[in-house]
């Protein structure tokens, strides 16, 4: 396998944002409502929403040696949510390690201005601990389905500010690149197919690879219950691979394994609102 070159920034930059307190705030002035009220709300906003909670097991590696790392995470998503000319998809996440300490936290959005073309923006906030990454990104989002495939393609440009623990800051331009796939085998079980690219100006970041793979199934008969599944395998080139592809977790006689998230596995269940 072999990654392209870096390719040149997207040109394309977009201003919108989404402002999830006020949607999350519509939300519960409906569940303060009567039954009657909630159903004539939701009919005028069309919004979906879906609380999940899962726990989460990575194998991070460094040079000498592997651990695992147990998690638990706590994901609110909209669909269908109607702001400023635009109807957005928006997903709030967080991750708590063992301790009890936000480890990171995410909100990424999806706006479409119809049934196929929107922008995103995606914010990743990994430094609660004093050091890591902050992350933003925008770009444009593409959807179609074809009946039981569904596609989203989403290329972006991004940003990156990493806190180091020598306490310096390391920053970074690039692009990324996400393709997520859906297939509805039956009324019970989909799977997905989740690839994304991201390949940043210095040779440090380099670039990455993330495939995720998962599969989701409705525990009851009206679908408002899920279980799903997710896997995902990280690969890198930079220079600390020497500028070759290199699986995360990978192992090397001279430079020992190759430092990163190696995988993870998620068990999540989903409630439909």
């Keep these: 396998m072999k990654f392209s070159n870096q390719a040149r920034l997207l040109s394309v930059c977009f201003a919108t944002l989404l402002c999830s307190q006020n949607a999350l705030a519509s939300d519960t002035q409906a569940s303060n409502s ?29 040079p000498e040696s592997k651990q695992d790392i147990q998690q638990v995470e706590a994901i609110v998503n909209g669909i269908g949510i109607n702001f400023a000319g635009l109807k957005w998809d928006n997903t709030l996440a967080a991750k708590v390690n063992r301790r009890g300490e936000i480890s990171v936290a995410r909100n990424w959005a999806y706006g479409y201005w119809n049934d196929n073309f929107g922008v995103s923006i995606d914010l990743i906030k990994s430094d609660w601990k004093g050091t890591g990454p902050i992350i933003g990104a925008v770009g444009l989002a593409y959807k179609n389905r074809w009946d039981n495939l569904s596609l989203r393609i989403n290329p972006t440009v991004a940003r990156l500010s990493n806190k180091l623990t020598n306490g310096s800051t390391f920053d970074d331009t690039g692009m990324q ?50 279980l799903m599944l997710v896997n995902e395998h990280f690969l890198v080139k930079n220079s600390g691979t020497g500028m070759r592809v290199r699986y995360v977790g990978e192992d090397s006689p001279i430079g020992g394994y190759v430092p990163g998230t190696e995988q993870t596995f998620k068990l999540r269940y989903a409630y439909v609102f």
């Design 34 to 62: 009567t039954p009657e009220q909630s159903k004539v709300a939701q009919a005028k906003s069309g919004a979906t929403w879906v609380g999940i909670v899962g726990f989460e097991t990575a194998r991070t590696v460094k």
């Design 177 to 226: 690149l996400n393709v997520r796939m859906d297939y509805q085998i039956n009324d019970r079980l989909s799977l997905r197919l989740h690839p994304q690219y991201a390949s940043w100006r210095s040779d440090q970041m380099g670039e990455t690879l993330k495939v995720e793979l998962g599969a989701s199934v409705n525990l009851t008969e009206d679908k408002r219950h899920k």
